[in-house]
């Protein structure tokens, strides 16, 4: 029985670590944490953490932008689970630019149709920003913020022809680009239906495979929660299954 590294290539951490420093949407108050057991006192250590659902690398579940949509304990384990297509902008990841119906299109001709159960994820190079609050979310002189985002014509396409996307997900603060969200976080609402999620301020999408890797969601399973924070791991290919050869590890 061959090993799990027959199968999958290395792990990509796609999450940032979370803490107070971490530069946080304007609209999520960064979390606090307040010490409850200590090792002097109590022999032990344990804290309290005092955080929003959208707070660092996380999950938007339907329900924060459907009244009705499903909560992020509702999300299907198996959509939890994903084929990732990566799709790479940043030639041209100005403050404002879009992910567009062509990059997918691209996509496709080089790697083939997007596969079923997948996650459609945006590398803009933003995230080499989090070190720089100002930068990350692209503050100008007045203080308005600029970061790239997926244009709604895009999400309205994936709905329409590509149902097997499940999740949408970027290295940015948002999926709607800061100028998208001020017109009314089309991508949102639009995408944020169904079965259909999103993850947003990932990192290290450079070091993932534009196709065949596998991204894994951990998120909690709050009950009645619009989204929560999560711990993202990527998967890159090394073997695979044909049926050319029986079976064995190509």
Known sequence: MPGLGEWIGATVDLTHPL?????????????????????????????RWDLDEHSGTHVDAPAHFTDSGLSVDAIPAG??????????????????????????LTWEQCHGP?????????????????????????????????WPGFAPELARFLVAHRPQVRALGID????????????????????????????????????????????????????????APARVLGLNPVRHITAVDGGRPA
């Not at 939890?80 to 119906?101: G, Y």
Request: charged share 25%; with cysteine.
């Open 19 to 47: 803490s107070a420093a971490l530069p946080h949407h304007p609209a999520v108050d960064p979390p606090r944490v307040t010490g409850v057991a200590g090792f002097d006192r109590d022999g032990c250590r344990a804290g």
């Open 79 to 104: 959509d939890l689970v994903l084929l990732a297509a990566v799709l790479d902008i940043r030639a041209r990841a100005d403050a404002d630019a879009h992910v567009r119906v062509e990059d997918v």
């Open 114 to 146: 997007l596969p079923e159960a997948c996650a459609v994820l945006a590398l803009t190079g933003w995230s080499e920003r989090i070190g720089d609050r100002r930068r990350y979310l692209g503050l100008d002189a007045t203080g308005d913020p600029h």
């Open 172 to 227: 940015t603060p948002s999926l709607d680009s800061a100028a998208g969200e001020r017109a009314g976080s089309a991508v949102h609402r639009c995408w944020l239906r169904d079965r259909r999620y999103g993850v947003e301020n990932l990192t290290n999408l450079h070091l993932l495979a534009p196709a065949g890797a596998i991204v894994v969601v951990g998120v909690p399973a709050l009950v009645d929660g619009s989204g």
